[in-house]
């Protein structure tokens, strides 16, 4: 069986342990299977690029979009897929939004069209408003995927009706421990991850290292629209102080940040994808952003007060989910091929 995995894009480094967590479990679920990884990063320049960001930059910093990314209205995007044949589907994480799943309709489209199965697995959405819901039902109802494994209750409770199979899932992070075993450090230090709130006072003697998963924002060329949205909305002068702080740590590589959130004693951040690595590689995390996107934590219990202090995640409770997870994404599969 040769399986599709159709990557979201690596504009933050979270995306890449959900696309690595997410080819983990296909391998788990499917050890004879060949998985094909293909980015969406193309999609994203192609209905990005003349858009919202444009408007923005052109208010704020008085300069063009044209000018700074160029004008991609004219061009055609090459589809990888198309030179490919292949069994099933997946697309993975936080993909359950209007923005990010009309970047995927048409090809989704085509796929279901030719009477693929499409999976979206450890899927959720970054909010749950019934304006929300309602807009990305309607683009789902075009698509007809076959298959949700949901990443928090909310999403499995606002969209597994409009799947054939259905199952309230994790997050594909949740098994980036599997994909990669990083070395261990010699000497302690805490990870603090920053960039929707100030970083609070840490009251330690250790060395503290600032992780920021957005690596290509300072490269200005290769800078992704949706930083450039962030960093024009919100603090553009807190960027410039950020670039005064100690130990911050910038990589391409998601495997640098692996080695990091796997040796800390604790990691604090407003991201779940800096917590949620380093809860699976058995440290401690506390998370200090109010969003929807949190909802992850709350299928386990160990996590429940994970906003107000820095807690571990039960391990056994994480294995039983994990299994529990990769058989039924069998179950569903072998109930669809057959």
Partial sequence: MRILLLRTYLINIGNGFIDKGAKTILNKAFPDAEVIEISGYSRLIKYKSGTVIKEKMQRVLNIKGDEYFGDWSKTSFFDLSDLLDFDMVVIPGCILNKLHLIRFQDILIKIRKSGIPIFFLGAGGSNYSDEFVKNSRNILKKIDPQVLISRDTRAFDNY??????????????????????????????????????????????NLIIRSDHVPFAYNRKSRPFHHVQYKIETKLEKVREEKKRENLFISDNIRDYLFLYSNAMETHSDRVHACVPTLVYGNKAKFYYDTPRGGLFEKFTSLKEINNKPVSIDRKDLEQKRESEIDMLKKFSKEIMN
């Fill in 160 to 205: 597994s009706d409009y799947f054939d199979y259905s199952y309230d899932g994790l997050d594909c992070a949740f098994f980036i421990d599997e994909w990669y075993k990083p070395p261990s450090s010699n000497k302690p230090f805490l990870v603090a991850n920053f960039d929707k709130v100030n970083e609070p006072h840490l009251d330690t003697d």
